[in-house]
Structure formats: C-alpha cells, structure tokens
C-alpha cells in the first residue's frame, strides 16, 4: 500500500460501519472481529461504530439520493473499520514500547487550533466526517491517535508517511499478534494493513443497505 493511503488510514482510523454477517466470529473467537494482543474487538462493537458513522452522514445529507449515493461510495467502510481499529491497538502498543503518552491537554489543544483553521468547532465536526468519516463523537478520539503517531514518529526520529514508522508497527503488530475473522480478510504484519481473503462465500451487507431494500 502507498505510504500515503496508510497514512490516511491510520489518521482515519475510527472510520465506522459494520456488516450484517452470514455468522459470526471464528470458531477459535466466536463473535470476534479481531483479536488484537488477545483482546477482542467484537462484531458487536464493530456495529455500534457503524450507526454512530451512518447517523452522522444521515444528519449531514438529508437528502435520500445523495445519502444513497454516500452509502455507495462507502461500501468498504465495515473492511476498512476493522483495520483502523486494529491499527489503533497497534499504534498503542508501539507507543506504549517507545513510552510515548498522550495527555488530555494535548489533544484538546490540537483539537483548538484544528477548529481555529475550521472556522469553528461545528465546521471541525462536519470537515472530519467528510473527510474520514469520523462523527463528532469520535473526534477526540481520532485528535489521540493523531498526536499518539507523531509523537511516536518524532521518537523514532523519523515521520509518519516514512517507511521507519511503519516499520516500528510491522514490529509492534507482530508481538501484539492479530488474529483476523476470516470473513474480514487477514492481518499482513509486514505492511501492517488488513487485505482480503478469497473467500466468495462471503456475503456483507451493511445494517443501512438491508434497511432501504425492505
């Protein structure tokens, strides 16, 4: 994957929307998305992140064609959510090695100066849902992983868009160890990205497409 589009993910990375599943869990993680250094993350979880995005961008585009068009185009979110939460406790882990923290100050204090740039702090909420798909309520949240992955870059004395940096979470990913549900794909520790299994048996819907063709 480009330097840049992992960039993008990572920064992204509470991107929400979920699938209604054919089953659920592997039968090692029965109702696992993921296992993420022997900690869940559920499918459960993944579809209470798939409302909060789609009440967002409902609220946002009240219009029924173009919010159709918006589910359209965001047909990979529930994929693409996974990896961004994965990647968020790859993150963490690499930062907890390096002993990098965040505080609270800190992101409200890159959240002010985002809003500053925005004009204000609604235009922030409604530029991030546009731009990576975070709703207003997952803002600070995706400020932490921000300033989380430059600190830990600035560490390793190199930046986030620079192969040192994911080279350092390649490594990280590998001692946390991730353990995919297969209907999601797999988990690639060398590139630290989440890829698709060949797997046409597979069927994803997501919890809005099923509710406008009933």
Same mark, same amino acid.
């Given at each position: ?18 699938? &209604? ?18 900690? =869940?993350?559920?499918?459960?979880? &993944? ?29 990979? &979110? *529930?994929?693409?959510?996974?990896? %961004?939460?994965?990647?968020? =406790?790859?993150?963490? %882990?690499?930062?907890?090695?390096? %002993?990098?923290? #965040?505080? =609270?100050?800190? #992101? !409200? ?9 925005? %004009?204000? *702090?609604?235009?922030?909420? !409604? ?16 400020? =932490?992983?921000?300033?989380? *992955? ?29 353990? !995919? ?7 690639? #520790?060398? /590139? ?15 919890? /809005? ?6």
């Amino acid at each position: 994957m480009h330097r840049r589009r992992r960039t993008a993910l990572l920064l992204s990375a509470a991107i929400a929307a979920a699938p &209604l599943l054919t089953a659920c869990g592997s039968d090692a993680h029965p109702g696992a998305a993921a296992v993420v250094g022997g900690r =869940r993350i559920t499918v459960s979880q &993944l579809e209470d992140r798939v409302d909060e995005i789609r009440t967002a961008q409902r609220a946002a585009v009240p219009d029924d064609a173009q919010y159709a068009q918006v589910v359209a185009q965001t047909g990979t &979110l *529930a994929r693409d959510t996974l990896h %961004g939460m994965v990647l968020d =406790r790859v993150l963490d %882990g690499a930062a907890e090695d390096a %002993g990098v923290t #965040v505080s =609270r100050k800190e #992101v !409200l204090q890159l959240r002010a100066q985002l809003e500053q740039q925005a %004009g204000s *702090a609604k235009g922030l909420e !409604l530029a991030w849902l546009q731009q990576y798909g975070v709703p207003a309520q997952r803002l600070d949240d995706n400020l =932490r992983v921000r300033v989380e *992955a430059s600190k830990l870059a600035t560490v390793l004395g190199t930046d986030t868009s620079q192969q040192a940096f994911w080279d350092n979470l390649s490594q990280a990913s590998k001692k946390l160890g991730v353990d !995919l549900n297969p209907r999601y794909g797999s988990w690639d #520790v060398k /590139t630290v990205q989440r890829v698709d299994a060949k797997t046409p048996w597979v069927r994803e819907v997501t919890a /809005t497409e099923t509710q406008q063709t009933t």
